[in-house]
């Protein structure tokens, strides 16, 4: 989760995905020649209800907070 | 608070950062090593040419204890920066002591006689040899754990700094802009255009399609990607037409830039022959990745010197890299008024600020402009009572030149002007000049001389210069061969990584499309690069 990005917006959503492992694996022959763990994927990640690629400040109506979803 | 902290760790969480760190503390090494009158070149070494198994034997034997620094030097920094990065290190280990040994048998094969004939460099070898691998057997997951292509790239590029003046920089910087920009805009608009007008598909498809191939590949698509709010299916396709057109474009430009540049030494002279300086800007125009990219220049740098690189790394790196958050920012204001279905109320919403240029900014080019400024002001600090020093016999061996001379000065007339400044010291048998010497002084003092005369006094000038004598065997040499070894592994990487039958799942739509890009990138690229801007390609060195 986006530690910067402000509550209610999609990097501290329980649905957004940017653990550069779990993206590397979502997404076959990306570390062939770039990196979930360079400056231009940044924070960015999956939505896996939308099933988008998207920046941690966007929102949308089906945000589940990820701090309650999985506290600590 | 969050945002602070957050923006602490990300310091040490990117590889971006880690390639920095590593690259100035090898730099910082090298320095440290040369002020204290020393030089890590006896360490930094690469493997040596051979035609028989004794010399194989030899050159491993000897050099044994230097590798084993050189692999304890890298096993060490990237293990620790991969352990904070959040990878699972216990298998890191493991695998990149397996991926460094390959590297070093790659470096041995490309060094032997017959591959040298077949004129088969070391990043075209480890490529080959990878993809075979990687193709035909199932890598175990801690061989794959190792396989950190962006991260060894990155810290080559870093590395790489320290070898290009800050100068050349600022002077080529406007030019490799302007050509990227037009080659990128152009290429850009071909495969966008031609994903939604020809093939009808989605228009933010057709960015990330067309930023892949525009501007900096995968991490292009990836970045404009989250900007546009693209599919997941989107980016994965993307990441595989991306990739089978870069592996598919080394194999392409290593091979037909060697046809076309003639022989070390010697000028292009046909319609159709380029420098190697004019090869590395096209390579920069027309790959679209950063690593494969490398592969092709470092390729062509094995027989033709460094101008390939520096032309490809002023072109790809600073004309198209750097601008990818400039590239983001536009065009999720062009998603957001254009390409989003207002319909669509769940779908997630939102516009970038401006700060998402800085935000997608590839760091470690920061790296790259400090390791440059690093050694320019260290070169520029040569001190002015610098003495050249050549013996009157010995030789002399430039990239153009090679030479055996046995000189005698006894009765040598030097030019009035330059009497304070050159000395001929019979009893030690050497030349020597104070200062370093310019070309129009090495004019003035050749015009007496006979043939072995000018051989010596040609070795002087050489030895004049601070940066050439002393600087660059003793600082920047032991760099380069560092940066050799991080090419290598990540081109065996790139290799290793490439499975063709996991990639080739894309529809034909999208590949059309991007293949529509290539054809009108790869010759807009060479047009540019020897028609309109090749005096300024060919001058590179």
Known sequence: MSEGTPAGRCGRCAHFVD????????????????????????????????????????SCPRFADAAIRNPG | MATESSRRLKIFRTEDYWAIWLGLLVILACLVAFWSGSSLSRLAVTPGTWSSFDELADDLVKKAPA???????????????????????????????????????????????????????????????????????????WLKSALRTEYYIKTGIVLLGATLPMTLIATAGPVAFLQATIVSV?????????????????????????TGGAVCGVSGSIAIGGAVKADKD??????????????????????????????PGVAPTEWWQI????????????????????????????????????????????????????????????????WEKRSDADRPTGRLGIGVVWERFPKFVLGFFAASAIMSLIAASAPADHVGRAPVAGSFKSQAQTATYDADFAGFVVPPELADRFVYDAAGGEIRFTGEMTLAELDALSRAADSDQRWALKRLQHAS??????????????????????????????????????????????FWAFTIGVAVNVPLGWFLTTRVFDSFWSALR
Request: proline fraction near 4%; glycine fraction near 8%; aromatic fraction near 14%.
């Open chain 1, 19 to 58: 653990d550069p492992r779990e993206l590397e694996r979502a997404l076959p022959g990306l570390g062939i020649l770039s990196s979930a763990w360079g400056s231009t994927r940044g924070d960015q990640g999956l939505c896996t209800v939308h099933d988008l690629f998207l920046q941690p400040v966007m």
């Open chain 2, 275 to 338: 420098s190697s300086g004019e090869a590395g800007a096209w390579v920069g125009t027309s790959e679209y990745a950063d690593a494969a990219g490398f592969a092709v220049v470092a390729e062509i740098a094995t027989t033709y010197g460094d101008a390939a690189i520096n032309a490809f790394t002023l072109m790809k790196v600073i004309g198209r890299d750097i601008w990818i958050g400039i590239w983001a920012f536009v065009l999720s204001i062009v998603s957001v008024v254009f």
């Open chain 2, 67 to 141: 590798f084993a620094a050189v692999f304890a030097f890298f096993f060490v920094t990237f293990t620790v920066s991969m352990k904070i990065m959040g990878h699972e290190v216990r298998s890191f280990m493991i695998g990149f002591t397996v991926l460094f040994l390959g590297a070093l048998a790659v470096f041995y094969l490309a060094g032997w006689e017959a591959m040298e004939r077949l004129d088969l460099g070391a990043p075209l070898l480890a490529l080959l040899v990878g993809i075979v691998i990687g193709n035909l057997a199932t890598l175990p997951e």
């Open chain 2, 465 to 510: 210069s601070w940066f050439s004598s002393e600087l660059e065997p003793k600082a920047i040499s032991p760099i380069k061969k560092l940066r050799s070894w991080a090419f290598v592994l990540c081109f065996l990487c790139i290799g290793l990584s490439t499975r063709f039958r996991d990639l080739l799942t894309f529809g034909l739509k999208p």
């Open chain 2, 234 to 263: 989107h980016i994965a396709i993307g990441i595989a037409v991306v990739s089978v057109w870069a592996i598919v474009m080394i194999f392409f430009l290593a091979f037909v830039t060697k046809l076309m540049i003639p022989p």
């Open chain 2, 186 to 210: 152009t290429t850009w608009m071909t495969i966008f255009l031609a994903a939604t007008r020809i093939f009808g598909l989605d228009p933010r498809f057709g960015a990330v399609l067309g």
